[in-house]
């Protein structure tokens, strides 16, 4: 599977960085485009985080933050383990006692491993034509009219952006 294809399918390349750090490198990695997704979505999340924690002018905790480093370079020194560094950034991520400063300076100490590129993360802005198709597919969809609004999913992703439909309502990125 080459980058041009997983770009065709929908995927950022990096979701496939992300999938081969969850698993360690002495142990084979099952690639299915499920497992992909998923790597996908854990991706997104982590952007979301950067964004999220980025705005803060807290100051940094310097002792928990040398502690967590030094955690982290513990993992990594230990075989390269990864999937246990990976699983240490979303215990930071999720951890109520760190403040958002100090997650968002551990969060970009620990990408410089990782290479996710968490810190060009921006927020993109869905253009008006896409937005237009998004609430014209809702209508098609309340109506049930399904064959209609996957017809409009096709070209919204024609345009560069994924429509997902979730409990919560519908959710769009960007490819």
């Known amino acids: 599977i080459t ?6 399918h929908g995927f ?4 496939l960085r992300y999938l081969a750090l969850i698993a360690h490198y002495r142990s084979k990695l099952n690639f299915t485009w499920k497992s992909l997704g998923a790597a996908q979505n854990a991706l997104g999340k982590l952007r979301k985080a950067a964004l999220t924690l980025k705005k803060p002018k807290q100051s940094i905790d310097e002792k928990l933050f040398k502690q967590y480093l030094q955690k982290f ?3 990594i020194n230990d075989d390269l383990n990864t999937p246990t560094a990976l699983a240490l950034l979303w215990d930071i ?5 760190l403040n958002s400063r ?4 551990l969060l970009m100490a620990f990408d410089k491993v990782f290479s996710l590129n968490l810190a060009n993360v921006k927020i993109g802005k869905i253009p008006e034509m896409v937005l237009k198709i998004i609430k014209e597919r809702e209508k098609y969809r309340e109506k049930n009219n399904f064959y209609r609004a996957d017809e409009l999913r096709k070209k919204i992703e024609s345009l560069g952006w994924i429509i997902e439909d ?3 309502g519908s959710r769009i990125r960007k490819i």
């Open 102 to 105: 100090t997650k968002y300076t």
């Open 93 to 97: 991520i999720k951890n109520k006692q």
């Open 166 to 168: 979730t409990p919560h």
């Open 73 to 75: 370079e513990n993992y």
């Open 12 to 15: 950022d390349p990096l979701a």
């Open 3 to 8: 980058l041009d294809t997983l770009k065709k």
